[in-house]
């Protein structure tokens, strides 16, 4: 019979998980109109262990009562910055090394599974959740990635899609 871990155990199994450093991969949030769903992404990023946020333009920051709320407790947790221009900050993320990815749907987007280990350190940059990724970004992105769908509705929740291509990521890198 399987007995549920809880507390410390939890957190116990999860760190065996880790490789050491936070894995190379950093998210630039563009525009986003909800604070739920950076909150949502905070979660999520601080989960997967990520090297850290970039919010940028309109993006509610935290302090923010809708970030923490569905944040719970990981703004304090993982790496984060502001920044007034998404283009900007993509740009000095280049000039770092990053490999600039954008989750959008395109004519040119692949599948986000065709990623490999050599296109880390990584930056994803997601959208805001009416207009997407902004044209100007799509232009200076070196990849734009989608993740492919198969029903009928033809987007997920930005912050549902952060979780999955995070995810797909990892599995490069462990």
Request: proline share 5%; charged share 20%.
């Amino acid at each position: 019979m399987a007995i549920k871990l809880v507390g410390e155990e939890i957190l116990s199994k999860w760190r065996k998980n880790r490789l050491g450093s936070r894995f190379p991969i950093v998210l630039v949030l563009d525009n986003l109109r909800s604070a739920y769903n950076v909150g949502s992404i905070f979660r999520t990023a601080e989960c997967a262990y990520i090297a850290g946020l970039i919010l940028c333009g309109i993006t509610a920051r935290p302090p923010h009562p809708g970030i923490e709320k569905t944040a719970l407790g990981t703004t304090s947790l993982i790496p984060w910055e502001y920044r007034e221009e998404t283009t900007t900050a993509v740009l000095d993320l280049k000039n770092m090394g990053y490999k600039i990815v954008s989750l959008e749907l395109t004519d040119k987007s692949v599948p986000i599974q065709s990623l490999r280990r050599e296109d880390f350190p990584l930056a994803l940059v997601i959208g805001n959740e009416v207009t997407g990724v902004s044209q100007e970004i799509l232009d200076i992105s070196d990849v734009i990635a989608e993740i492919p769908l198969y029903g009928e509705k033809e987007s997920l929740n930005v912050a549902v899609a952060v979780g999955v291509a995070l995810f797909l990521l990892l599995e490069k890198l462990v």
